[in-house]
């Protein structure tokens, strides 16, 4: 018995000591998890105390619907839809630059290119996401838009159009990556089946691939809109920062993080009404976001049921 009682010892004590260590881990990823919800409740709870003092002296319905934001001037008004328009202009200008594109280099790098060429690009698109966004700014304004000036005289210099393509560049690689991986998760033999049955590998790709990997790609996309509504230093530098409620791409515009950022640089005073407004544009930022993200939760979902 004590033979065996020796025997078994080491083996309960492995266990024992490895179920530990398990729990450990679960505890440690829980309370990781449980950090990043209570930082999201403290920037609503900060967005939300810290706009207070600005709907008491703005109401909701002026700021909902006015077309006129001028914080700086004598008569100051606070309609936040040039804010909106700005912003929703540009980033619909980036994607339409940067969903064909990304889209296209994804089905290209997933179906079509050699081991070695992908195991090239996908690094070097990868590596574009690492460029400062200052430098883009900068890209925007002294290259793209002298280049549209030629093909439209009119163009002014601050515009939505030029930093919108830009965006939409710097974007790209956002979507090729998450749409690519997404593709490449779909399991070989649907790719077999389909071309048992006579298919090309662009019908493939087309057909079966995409439709399979939809929930992937329409992830990439809410990314990339994400992160063009939260973009700064390019609408910053190239657009003007004047907020104007139009949508048309060659005038200039301010969006919603440009202002918050023109603010936080020291151009409004601290404390003022002015500057409380920034925490209401960044209440309206964040509902954006959250809808689009819902949104895209939403239509994974139900092409995931679907595929």
């Not at 398990?22 to 950090?35: H, K």
């Not at 040039?82 to 994607?95: K, R």
């Not at 509504?229 to 791409?249: D, L, S």
């Amino acid at each position: 018995m004590a033979k065996n009682y020796q025997q078994i010892s080491p083996a309960l004590a492995k266990n024992i000591r490895r179920n530990f260590v398990e729990r450990l881990i679960e505890i440690a990823l829980m309370l990781s998890g449980l950090v990043a919800i209570l930082i999201t409740f403290g920037i609503v709870f900060i967005l939300v105390t810290e706009s207070f003092p600005f709907f008491e002296a703005v109401s909701l319905k002026e700021f909902l619907t006015s077309t006129v934001w001028t914080p700086n001037f004598e008569r100051k008004n606070y309609g936040i839809l040039p804010l909106v328009s700005g912003t929703l202009t540009i980033t619909g200008i980036a994607l339409l630059v940067a969903v064909p594109l990304g889209t296209v280099t994804a089905v290209y790098l997933s179906e079509f290119a050699s081991h070695k060429i992908r195991e090239t690009i996908k690094p070097v698109l990868e590596l574009l996401v690492g460029v400062p966004t200052v430098v883009f700014g900068y890209f925007a304004l002294l290259l793209v838009t002298p280049l549209l000036q030629k093909i439209y005289p009119d163009l002014p210099t601050f515009n939505m159009l030029g930093p919108g393509i830009v965006m939409g560049i710097m974007i790209v690689p956002y979507i090729a990556s998450v749409a690519e991986d997404a593709m490449r998760a779909v399991p070989m033999a649907m790719r077999e089946g389909a071309y048992a049955m006579g298919a090309t590998r662009f019908q493939t790709a087309v057909s079966v691939v995409m439709p399979a990997a939809t929930s992937g790609i329409v992830a990439a996309y809410i990314l990339a809109v994400s992160r063009g509504i939260g973009e700064t230093m390019i609408v910053a530098i190239a657009a003007g920062q004047q907020p104007n409620f139009t949508f048309n791409p060659v005038e200039s515009a301010a969006t919603i993080t440009a202002y918050i950022v023109s603010v936080a640089l020291g151009d409004l005073e601290h404390g003022g009404i002015g500057y409380q407004s920034i925490f209401a544009a960044g209440i309206v930022l964040f509902i954006m976001t959250l809808s689009l993200n819902i949104l895209g939760q939403w239509t994974r979902k139900k092409f995931t049921e679907r595929y």
